[in-house]
């Protein structure tokens, strides 16, 4: 199995809700990555966690919380976004976090912030 | 600065005929280059990894090449069919930072048509 399940595929919210983005891979990886992507540009590293814990952060706003329960499941929790945070949400996930192992995507999940 | 530049921004070509993409990179210390195909509003897929010692590795009708003297590297796609038609981004990681703390290229959005 090797794959990388994102849910919901697609999240309409309004400035003020809070909504969650999850993420569940079951191939035994123990580094699991949240990516930002806005149309028609690459994927920019929000946060990546190894063993659980949080190992990289890269400034991303406090309106956007990763959550990691277990090894398996990783969340990205969403309060008071902006519109210019509408964009792809992708979830990956890597053996460990060694940058040499290949690095799996979900299938994303498209976030509209009306 | 680590920068992946990619060449050309777009392409189109007619079912059936080759087409070679370029990625040329700045990244250093490097790790390994990849491949990545990614359909619109879907995840990348990983097509190829090459680490420094390999120079060209096949994945069916797509050949990657790289030459890492010149900082350079290839996606050669034969026999293109229309399910080809994507965006394909060439991403370096670089052996710093702890880790999958990937360079991605802009992409280059290939289209094949009838």
């Known amino acids: 199995d090797t794959e990388v399940t994102q849910t919901p595929k697609h999240l309409v919210m309004g400035m003020t809700n809070k909504k969650s983005l999850k993420c569940e891979q079951h191939?035994?990886?123990?580094?699991m990555y949240w990516y930002k992507q806005k149309a028609k540009k690459p994927p920019e590293l929000m946060f990546v966690y190894s063993y659980e814990k949080l190992s990289i952060n890269e400034s991303v706003p406090s309106r956007f919380s990763p959550e990691c329960p277990n090894s398996s499941l990783l969340n990205l929790h969403l309060h008071a976004l902006q519109p210019e945070d509408s964009a792809l949400y992708l979830c990956a996930s890597s053996q460990e976090l060694s940058g040499t192992g290949e690095l799996f995507f979900g299938e994303g999940s498209r976030l509209t912030v009306l | 600065k680590n920068q992946v530049e990619q060449s050309p921004q777009s392409l189109i070509i007619l079912e059936g005929k080759n087409c070679t993409l370029q990625c040329n990179y700045t990244v250093s210390p490097f790790s390994n280059l990849r491949w990545y195909k990614q359909d619109t509003g879907r995840g990348p897929v990983s097509l190829t990894i090459m680490t420094f010692s390999e120079n060209t590795k096949s994945n069916g009708r797509y050949t990657a090449t790289l030459d890492a003297d010149t900082k350079q590297s290839s996606l050669h796609i034969t026999a293109s069919q229309l399910s080809d038609s994507a965006s394909y981004i060439c991403?370096?990681?670089?052996?710093?930072?702890?880790?999958?703390?990937?360079?991605f290229g802009t992409g280059t959005q290939l289209k094949v048509e009838l």
């Open positions: 191939m035994g990886h123990r580094a």
């Open positions: 991403v370096v990681s670089d052996l710093t930072g702890g880790g999958n703390k990937l360079t």
